[in-house]
Every structure is written in structure tokens, then in C-alpha cells.
């Protein structure tokens, strides 16, 4: 189960796009899924208008988590959806 949610924050001249995506993976597969998810933020971090990039677990759902991602434009998040690293994560959801 996933969602996704997009905002923009307005703030003088500047304008950043934060994303967010809710995962929920089974017990069975949640220790593999974060350690490639780890592995996987490493990459995303360094992409460009990446500012920054947090993968959280939900501390009263088990198997939830949240990846939340600020982007420097919504060019520069539209750009990461159509990356490698963004596909593998969606992918992790089929498991």
C-alpha cells in the first residue's frame, strides 16, 4: 500500500517541492526492503535538487514507513520520478 502527495512551499523568491511516500511492506520482506531503501537514499541524496531526503518508520503501524523528500523545483522531482533510484523503490512495493 502506498500513497503520495506532493507540496509546494512559497516562501519570498524560493519555491521547493516536498514529496512524500507512505510504504507498508510485510514482515516477511520489511528487513531486506529498508536495507535496499537505505542503500537506495545514498544515491538519491547526491541527485541534482535533491535538498534533502529522511526515511522514517512509523513507530504505531507495523511495517509502515515514510520517505520524505524536499526538491529544489518540481522539474527537479520530476526528473527523480523518472530515475532508476525512484523505480527500484516502487518495485520494493511488489514484494
Not at 509502515?64 to 532508476?84: K, T
Request: proline share 1%; charged share 25%.
Amino acid at each position: 500500500m502506498t500513497s503520495q502527495a506532493l507540496k509546494s512551499d512559497f516562501d519570498g523568491m524560493n519555491s521547493r517541492v516536498q514529496a512524500f511516500l507512505r510504504l507498508k511492506f510485510g514482515p516477511q520482506n520489511q528487513e531486506k526492503a529498508v536495507e535496499i531503501i537505505n542503500f537506495i537514499l545514498e544515491r538519491i541524496r547526491v541527485e541534482s535538487g535533491c535538498a534533502s531526503c529522511h526515511f522514517y518508520q512509523d513507530t504505531t503501524s507495523n511495517g509502515v514507513f515514510l520517505l520524505l523528500q524536499e526538491w529544489e523545483s518540481r522539474a527537479d522531482l520530476e526528473r527523480h520520478i523518472c530515475s532508476i533510484e525512484f523505480h527500484h523503490i516502487l518495485a520494493l512495493v511488489e514484494l
